[in-house]
């Protein structure tokens, strides 16, 4: 079966640097993305990841490894907006969308 | 502006009374598709439209229906709801569906109770 897996929850500390972990087994490979949740909200894009390597979007970066099955994005400069679910998804070889359960993130002063 | 809207934003219903939630979209898109979400199991596909007239099961497809008739609109029908349907549902779009780096856009969410 198809497999993503997220810690479901993280807390950091406002200013400071977390790296939220994803790994994932499924049928094919066509990228992998991020997207932010706000509690109650719609889930937003942050980042799409098909190569390895690290991609950087201001503050927010994504790495990826096929050969691991495994990704992290990795926040810096944490701010208390930040505060929100992360929500890992692979795109598989039929082009449909596999979703973690999502890393709820905590942001403390 | 290009937007997702879904509707109703909240809905309380019984048991066994059919409702719709529309979703609407004006990016032109192709690919429509709904997902249901719920505490601690992510977003989970109910149905999805590659095309008008062109429907699939996702991988919680049992109650519910859709239909695309035109290609904005892609509605989610609860024939018989049921206590276990309650949830946030989510429409989502993107312009195809068939190349990798598209992105998926939101609706606002509907979330429903069932009573």
């Known amino acids: 079966g198809q497999n993503i897996d997220q810690p479901t929850e993280m807390t950091a500390t406002e200013g400071a640097i977390v790296q939220i972990n994803c790994t994932y087994q499924?049928?094919?490979?066509?990228?992998l993305f991020w997207y932010q949740q706000h509690a109650g909200e719609a889930p937003t894009f942050l980042s799409y990841n098909v190569l390895d390597g690290l991609e950087e979007k201001g503050r927010f970066s994504s790495f990826l490894s096929r050969s691991k099955g495994y990704s992290y994005l990795l926040l810096k400069e944490l701010q208390m907006k930040d505060s929100a679910s992360y929500l890992c998804?692979?795109?598989?070889?039929?082009?449909?969308?596999?979703w973690g359960a999502g890393t709820k993130l905590i942001i403390k002063p | 502006e290009a937007q997702v809207t879904q509707n109703p934003r909240y809905l309380i219903t019984v048991t066994g009374k059919k409702l719709t939630v529309t979703c609407s979209q004006n990016m032109n898109h192709e690919y429509m598709s709904w997902y249901r979400q719920d505490p601690g199991l992510g977003l989970r596909q109910i149905y999805y439209?590659?095309?008008?007239?062109?429907?699939d099961k996702g991988d919680v497809p049992e109650g519910y229906k859709v239909s695309r008739k035109e290609k904005r609109n892609f509605p989610l029908i609860l024939e018989s709801p049921s206590p276990n349907q309650t949830s946030l549902y989510f429409c989502?779009?993107?312009?195809?569906?068939?190349?990798?780096?598209?992105?998926?856009?939101f609706g606002p969410g509907t979330r429903l109770l069932v009573l």
């Open positions: 989502a779009t993107s312009l195809t569906g068939t190349s990798g780096e598209e992105t998926q856009y």
């Open positions: 499924t049928s094919g490979f066509n990228g």
């Open positions: 998804a692979v795109r598989d070889s039929n082009y449909q969308l596999i």
């Open positions: 439209s590659m095309n008008v007239e062109v429907t």
